[in-house]
């Protein structure tokens, strides 16, 4: 099953964070071959361009949104192979984004500009994993520093 936006659910548990630390977000996307823009979208119908590309668009259209909300981005890397976990999950890309509060995710997604913007993600994605991560002290490996 396909994942691209939250539910109910797992919103509502994003609201219930504590809303006075950050949050950090781990992203992983699989794009499509082929954007897939719907029937009533200004792309719709317009010569095909790859889900990569269609993502690239929402990249440089919610930028300024999400630097207003003061995202940073963490970690970018190149997903390679599944060493453990489901053998048929590939990812074409994969970072880690910091958001000052949860608050701060939920007022971005809400912002008008930014739904907007969102149409190219929809179109890019063909399947999704967003995570939300507490900051925690780094350690030496596999511990945080606190459980050290």
């Not at 440089?60 to 890397?77: C, D, H």
């Not at 958001?99 to 890019?124: C, E, G, L, S």
């Not at 002290?137 to 050290?148: A, E, M, N, R, V």
Request: glycine residues 6%.
């Amino acid at each position: 099953m396909a994942c691209l936006n939250p539910t109910r659910e797992q919103f509502g548990a994003l609201r219930d964070l504590p809303q006075d630390r950050p949050v950090q977000m781990i992203n992983l996307l699989r794009f499509n071959e082929t954007a897939a823009y719907a029937a009533d979208d200004p792309e719709h119908g317009q010569a095909p361009v790859a889900g990569a590309v269609a993502y690239r668009r929402y990249a440089e259209e919610s930028e300024p949104i999400a630097l207003a909300a003061g995202v940073t981005q963490s970690w970018i890397g190149a997903p390679r192979t599944i060493v453990i976990g489901p053998e048929d999950e590939r990812w074409d890309h994969a970072f880690v984004a910091r958001y000052p509060t949860a608050q701060a995710f939920i007022d971005m997604v809400k912002n008008p500009d930014y739904q907007r913007a969102v149409r190219h993600r929809t179109a890019a994605v063909a399947d999704s994993r967003l995570i939300c991560c507490a900051d925690a002290t780094p350690g030496k490996t596999f511990l945080s520093g606190q459980d050290q």
